[in-house]
């Protein structure tokens, strides 16, 4: 890779992180390097045409546009339906990974397939402000974390239905436990 190369690609992931702050769901970092990979490469032809990458600014959000296409490859319904062997997998290692030394929450399956995971102080949430996190796989989308109560909202998390994908899902759990990233739940 050409040092041009590297400057577009560290520029495309800085342009996808912040991209990823303005919107309503959670990306993992293997969907942020995919969508950067992507703005890069759409930077780089459009450089061939004498057009820079801040020129895209001025008409739209390149960035925002190809965090959102790669994360609809797992926010969406799969081209084919998992199994619910294959979804309950998917949740046995979320569990294993969020119970891991490394995570270090407490989670429990809950129903359907969901897995319930204790909050810690933050966020608050449900009727006394005392709900558990609650993260979900599904056989025709993607994982959602909401708080386990009656009409709370759902937040998309983009990541692959894998066992990779399952343990950044953990990771990102991990940061909504501990408040990092504030109340997501608010509408």
């Known amino acids: 890779m050409s040092t041009t190369d590297t400057d577009l690609g560290a520029a495309a992931y800085a342009a996808v992180e912040k991209a990823a702050t303005g919107l309503r769901a959670l990306y993992t970092p293997s969907v942020l390097d995919e969508a950067a990979a992507l703005l890069s490469d759409l930077w780089a032809a459009a450089e061939r045409h004498g057009v820079t990458p801040r020129e895209w600014d001025r008409t739209l959000s390149l960035a925002g546009g190809t965090l ?36 270090g929450l407490n989670a429990r399956p809950g129903s359907r397939t969901m897995t319930v995971v204790d909050r810690l102080q933050t966020p608050r949430g449900g009727y006394h402000g005392d709900a558990s996190l609650v993260v979900g796989i599904y056989s025709n989308g993607g994982w959602d974390i909401s708080m386990n109560a009656d009409g709370a909202t759902v937040v998309s998390i983009a990541a692959p239905a894998t066992k990779a994908g399952a343990a950044e899902v953990a990771a990102l759990v ?14």
Not at 75 to 98: C, K, M, N, S
Request: charged fraction near 30%.
């Open 174 to 187: 991990r940061t909504v436990a501990r408040g990092e990233l504030g109340n997501l739940f608010r509408l």
């Open 68 to 103: 959102e296409v790669i994360a609809s490859r797992y926010t969406r319904p799969p081209d084919t339906e998992r199994t619910g062997e294959q979804v309950f997998a998917l949740r046995r290692d979320l569990i294993e990974a969020l119970t891991s030394t490394e995570i």
